[in-house]
């Protein structure tokens, strides 16, 4: 089955699915002057934040040139050619923004994202111009007059947000039958490396278009958001760098939210040094959300400062093979070049074992009641839904467009009592802390010394989900098919500096990441 069947296979098709980035895009009334403009030669393929910056400083190239190349590239090979169907919306105030950006570095200031296109997953909030859908119909009209504490912090860094990105509808967490990526907004997310044979839904989920996007050189930067595997499974799938943060690291406030005890939005790029950059741009105690004193005393501003070529030297990694595919797949022989190259880059490789308890906790199932109840209750009128209860009313009644896959999750999670302190919502997320936190990461980690533990993918996302605490995810090569294969370093609460620094160090020894070709 080729993409374009694929996309028109599902609810919404091709020509729906890219109407909100068309009507966008149609506001530019000046962008054909500024593609006019663009005479720098400046190649986006595989651009780094550095790259932008030194372009910038020689005057090769201007924030305003960059924007409408990143815009012209998504017309072309986003919602035409490949139909990658990544991007959601553009935003419309882009080249408005970049120029201000221009305007700004010649009077001397700039900051660590200045000028740099950034993209955002589409449950993050943004002020007047775009609306945050969570990719469902439902919310088609939910503007909000405020950004989110993390999209102000990128503005403050000098960042072009340059639009939303197409997700799998709220956050994967609707139907057990969908495939990543999908929305009812906006359609099928494709991927961007795929053969005619990938499936819908290899893409990742549930931030497949920020991963997508940035594997297709959309943006430089797209921020994503987890509860579990959310940023790891579609970085690892789309061959770039993603890096799920610690809870509390990063404000929540502004998000529309799935489990408030897991959630985090977390930076993905093409490499670990512009993820270091973005990450530390986006940190900060925020008074609206309160896990983020968490953070006092841990959070930096600086993460390059752990882009250590020497990273591995000395460190002791745990891997738990029970967590890698099949011995006789081509993923698990991916891993197992991986543990050899982190070896010869001096890392002590220990096998171990992880305790993972066969525990049906149903923490996500409570946190969403209370959680989404609490966010549609305090949407506008322009919303015709105002709580759980009322969404999966009005998906009933537009069930052709909006129940391709079903809702049970939604219907599951309606069930749940949605008060906070229910004896068995306390029960159970007290037992995935322990289970997850301090007898598990927390103690093998002990028992070993080890500087990290090793997955492959996602394939151990949901231990540290449970127990808040991060994972980072960096390419490790491809199989015959070309379906990109990741290793993921994950370890204790606050521990992304050391993350980074074995990320980096990995990163560096094997270059394994290629480009898609579109």
Not at 219 to 225: A, E, K, M, P
Request: a neutral charge; glycine letters at 8%.
């Amino acid at each position: 089955m080729n993409r374009k069947a694929i996309l028109a296979g599902t609810a919404v098709g091709v020509a729906a699915a890219i109407v909100p980035a068309k009507k966008a895009y149609s506001t530019y009334k000046s962008f054909r002057e500024e593609q006019e403009e663009q005479q720098s030669g400046f190649s986006i393929e595989e651009a780094t934040i550095s790259d932008i910056h030194q372009a910038f400083d020689r005057g090769d190239l201007t924030s305003a040139q960059l924007t409408a190349h990143y815009i012209k590239r998504i017309e072309t090979l986003d919602q035409k050619g490949p139909n990658i169907n990544s991007i959601r919306i553009i935003n419309p105030d882009a080249m408005n923004i970049a120029r201000k950006r221009d305007q700004e570095r010649k009077k001397g200031v700039t900051g660590p994202l200045h000028g740099i296109p950034v993209l955002l997953k589409d449950n993050i909030e943004t002020r007047v111009n775009m609306p945050t859908t969570a990719g469902s119909l439902a919310l088609e009209n939910n503007f909000t007059e405020e950004d989110a504490f993390l999209v102000k912090k990128l503005r403050e860094a000098g960042a072009v947000i340059l639009g939303k990105t197409n997700m799998s509808e709220w956050a994967y967490f609707m139907s057990d039958k969908a495939p990543s990526g999908y929305s009812s907004i906006a359609g099928q997310v494709l991927h961007p490396y795929g053969p005619e044979d990938f499936k819908a839904g290899s893409v990742g989920g549930s931030s497949s278009g920020s991963g997508a996007a940035i594997a297709a050189n959309f943006g430089v930067v797209s921020i994503g958001t987890e509860t579990s595997g959310s940023i790891l499974s579609p970085a690892s799938a789309n061959s770039i760098v993603g890096i799920k943060p610690t809870v509390g690291l990063i404000s929540r406030g502004g998000i529309i939210p799935l489990a408030k005890s897991q959630d985090t939005a977390g930076p993905m790029a093409r490499t670990v040094t512009d993820v270091a950059i973005a990450l530390g741009t986006m940190t900060g105690i925020d008074e609206k959300d309160p896990v983020t004193q968490l953070s006092q005393g841990c959070a930096m501003f600086d993460y390059t400062k752990n882009l250590n070529k020497d990273g591995l030297k000395g460190a002791v990694i745990g891997v738990d093979k029970s967590f890698f595919s099949k011995k006789s797949s081509q993923e698990r022989k991916v891993m197992e070049e991986a543990i050899k190259d982190m070896e010869a880059a001096g890392a002590v490789i220990k096998e171990v074992k992880v305790p993972n308890e066969d525990f049906e906790s149903k923490v996500l199932w409570y946190e969403m009641k209370l959680s989404m109840d609490e966010y549609l209750r305090n949407t506008s009128d322009k919303v015709p839904v105002s709580s759980l209860q009322e969404l999966i009313a009005y998906n009933k009644s537009n069930a052709k467009v909006m129940l391709p896959f079903g809702q049970k999750l939604l219907e599951q999670s309606d069930k749940m009592s949605g008060d906070p302190e229910d004896p068995t919502y306390l029960e159970h997320r007290a037992k995935d802390v322990r289970n997850a936190g301090t007898q598990g990461i927390d103690a093998v980690m002990k028992e070993h010394m080890l500087d990290a533990l090793l997955f492959e993918n996602n394939l151990g996302a949901a231990i540290p989900a449970k127990a808040g605490y991060p994972s980072i995810t960096v390419p490790a090569g491809y199989t015959k098919k070309g379906m990109p294969v990741g290793v993921t370093f994950s370890a204790k609460a606050f521990s992304e500096p050391k993350l980074i620094e074995l990320a980096y160090a990995y990163e560096q020894a094997t270059k394994k990441r290629k480009a898609p070709v579109l």
